[in-house]
């Protein structure tokens, strides 16, 4: 199949006002237990967006399970990418991690890290984020699960989804 073929059997398009969207960003939050969130950047030879280390755990509000209280780097595409799909923020942080397979590795051979990548999204009504299976390969090869962190922006939203689906 070509690109155009392939693109034209998608049953969502690329969309960068995805309507049901208020706002989504790509995060790659790699939790290093056992080092400094510097050591991480050395080896990962990528920047990050933020980090929390140990003096800052008390204080941050990035929650998962078995990993909330630990230092925390971070590679995020908000305010990097001008979209509200999920698709084009995952394209951007996987872009950043182009060639870092190895790196990645090394780092998941230390003690106790743990790493993931989170999409985060706002919904403005029914109808959630889609990943392509382009982006679920390249995450594969990366050895890195993906997560999303849904939130509803107005309770009117809730109540007519309930309503819509006979839910009481």
């Given at each position: ?13 690329l969309d ?90 090394k780092i ?61």
């Amino acid at each position: 199949m070509t690109d155009d073929k392939l693109l034209e059997s998608r049953l969502t398009p690329l969309d960068e006002n995805y309507g049901t969207c208020a706002k989504t960003c790509a995060v790659l939050t790699i939790y290093p237990s056992c080092c400094a969130t510097g050591q991480i950047t050395r080896m990962l030879e990528i920047k990050p967006t933020f980090c929390f280390n140990l003096k800052d755990v008390a204080a941050h509000s990035i929650k998962h399970e078995g990993v909330d209280q630990m230092p925390a780097w971070c590679l995020s595409s908000e305010g990097k990418v001008d979209s509200r799909d999920t698709r084009h923020h995952l394209d951007w942080l996987l872009r950043k991690l182009e060639g870092a397979e190895e790196r990645l590795q090394k780092i998941r051979e230390l003690p106790d890290v743990k790493m993931l990548v989170n999409c985060i999204w706002h919904s403005k009504g029914t109808g959630g984020p889609t990943l392509w299976p382009e982006h679920m390969e390249i995450l594969s090869k990366l050895d890195l699960e993906c997560s999303f962190e849904i939130y509803w922006e107005g309770d009117h939203i809730l109540a007519d989804f309930f309503r819509n689906n006979g839910i009481k």
